[in-house]
């Protein structure tokens, strides 16, 4: 992971509540300790889990997406193209690597975040979808993350790790 130098920010999408369809930003106004302005989790209207955890801004690699698109593993029946708003997460990202930023901050343009938890699948999203994603998406999910510093993020932000 210390030769990662960063990746981009393709994609913010939100969701006003659970179950809503997610939208896709331009930019997003990311509050510190709270989440994604106008978002289910800024706004305290989206759970999945009985067990809190922080859950401000979730993101998600689009190289995840390709491989399932070319169904890399082999593990479903045929390959499962995603578009960028269906995975539920809120920031989609390329050349990060976010299974290592576990604990770790990095800036995403002029915000600050830490991953928190790796995020996994789970059936509910393949309810909502009518796809297997569960077993191809697991470990590969993304991630939660905190917002410790706040600002406005767009789309082709740059996403750098932090010397800590």
Request: proline share 9%; charged share 25%; aromatic share 6%.
């Amino acid at each position: 992971m210390t030769d990662w130098k960063g990746g981009v920010l393709l994609h913010i999408h939100i969701a006003p509540a659970a179950s809503y369809e997610m939208e896709e930003l331009a930019e997003a106004n990311l509050v510190a300790g709270r989440g994604i302005e106008g978002d289910r989790y800024f706004l305290g209207t989206g759970t999945y889990s009985p067990k809190p955890d922080i859950r401000e801004v979730t993101l998600i690699e689009i190289e995840a997406l390709e491989a399932l698109a070319k169904n890399d593993p082999p593990l479903q029946q045929s390959p499962i193209t995603l578009d960028p708003a269906d995975h539920r997460r809120n920031l989609t990202t390329r050349g990060v690597p976010l299974n290592h930023l576990v604990g770790k901050r990095f800036r995403v343009g002029e915000t600050v975040l830490r991953g928190g938890r790796l995020n996994f699948p789970c059936k509910y999203l393949e309810e909502l979808l009518g796809m297997p994603v569960f077993l191809p998406l697991y470990n590969r999910s993304g991630l939660n993350c905190s917002i410790e510093t706040g600002g406005i993020i767009r789309p082709g932000d740059p996403i750098e790790p932090l010397d800590d």
